[in-house]
């Protein structure tokens, strides 16, 4: 693919990683603009942290929104400065040349890169891009599973849970058939590090996609420059910010794992102030000021420490980056008693699912 151009478009942390491992691949040939819908977004800290690392050579960081560049990652409170530790410093992120508010791709045959198969903007902008001579969907979690069944099935790509308006219905479909066709013409790859589950595969063989398996190469190459020192770390669930399980129930989570030694605690990124304070006022727990994904901090945990998580996709990433390193992952299901009266049973089973991926990696 050294002949083309590729362009991808991406919305979250785990898709801004997918993109960079699969130009790290060779995937996306030799030159690849990465255009990020929002660089203000919770994208912003992974973003600068990547940067500080440093991207591949050959990658170029387009702004889709016209704003001066995210500043650094501050503390989520000034009572929380002495206590929280950020994992590595952080550049300031400068604006690429040839930034603009609205990226035009070029106009000769490209590689089309998708983020989020389900975004709408994402969809219209593929239907609008006639010209791509390929096209790639990266991860976005459990919805890489979603987005090949709905495509096998000849379903709309909506975003499971979601209602949407009959207009943006037909969109989703037409992306569908866009795909499909794509598909049928050897033409859509896949590249995602989630496992190949039996009815995945059953799929991706209606489907006739290419599809790509990887372990995080790239950032599992990367050095870090400074580790974590506790022994004991917690991810993070955004379980409770979006109201699911009961926040008091999760801070008792919380606070039973920090008893018997120190604990760094990793905020999701909606975690509400709130339940924030009360994990941050536990004498034992420190919680980490960098909001970057759990992929790119945890990438150089020492041997020997124990990283907790209620169901995630990052049980399956941080796996696949930190296998044979000597890293305990633990994962803990979710107490019936802990979800809310508003959550359904069938959201419940979706959002558990990862437990049930993660035992078929070990």
Do not use: C
């Not at 000034?78 to 604006?95: V, Y």
């Not at 008091?248 to 990124?269: F, I």
């Not at 970057?292 to 150089?300: F, K, P, T, Y």
């Amino acid at each position: 693919m050294t002949y083309w151009r590729a362009v991808a478009y991406v919305e979250s942390p785990l898709q801004l990683l997918s993109a960079i491992e699969a130009y790290g691949y060779g995937l996306l040939g030799t030159e690849t603009d990465l255009v990020i819908r929002d660089p203000h977004s919770t994208i912003a800290p992974t973003l600068l942290a990547l940067k500080a690392i440093g991207l591949p050579a050959g990658l170029k960081v387009h702004m889709s929104k016209d704003s001066a560049p995210p500043a650094e990652a501050q503390d989520a409170s000034s009572a929380r400065k002495k206590k929280t530790r950020p994992i590595e410093q952080r550049r300031s992120l400068s604006r690429s040349r040839g930034s603009s508010s609205t990226y035009t791709p070029p106009s000769h045959k490209y590689l089309h890169v998708m983020g989020d198969p389900f975004s709408g903007q994402q969809q219209s902008g593929l239907l609008r891009h006639s010209n791509a001579h390929e096209i790639v969907i990266l991860d976005d979690g459990l919805n890489t599973y979603a987005a090949i069944e709905a495509l096998a099935a000849q379903k709309p790509l909506i975003r499971p849970g979601q209602t949407l308006s009959p207009a943006r219905k037909v969109l989703g479909l037409a992306t569908t058939r866009a795909l499909r066709n794509a598909a049928f013409a050897g033409q859509l790859t896949i590249f995602t590090a989630m496992p190949a589950t039996e009815r995945m595969l059953q799929h991706l063989d209606v489907l006739d996609a290419n599809v790509v398996f990887h372990e995080f190469p790239w950032i599992s190459a990367q050095p870090t420059s400074q580790a974590i020192e506790e022994d004991r770390v917690i991810v993070g669930s955004g379980f409770a910010a979006d109201e699911l399980i009961d926040p008091d129930r999760y801070v008792e989570w919380v606070e039973d794992l920090a008893q018997d030694t120190t604990v760094r605690y990793l905020p999701h990124r909606r975690t509400p102030p709130s339940v924030l304070d009360q994990i941050d006022a536990i004498d034992t727990v420190t919680v980490t000021a960098d909001n970057a994904s759990v992929e790119v901090l945890l990438r150089g945990v020492r041997r020997g420490t124990e990283i907790h998580l209620l169901p995630t996709t990052a049980l399956i990433t941080l796996s696949s980056i930190l296998r044979g390193r000597g890293v305990s992952i633990i994962p803990h299901a979710v107490p019936e008693d802990w979800w809310t009266d508003g959550t359904p049973d069938s959201l419940r089973e979706f959002l558990s699912r990862p437990l049930e991926l993660f035992e078929s990696t070990i």
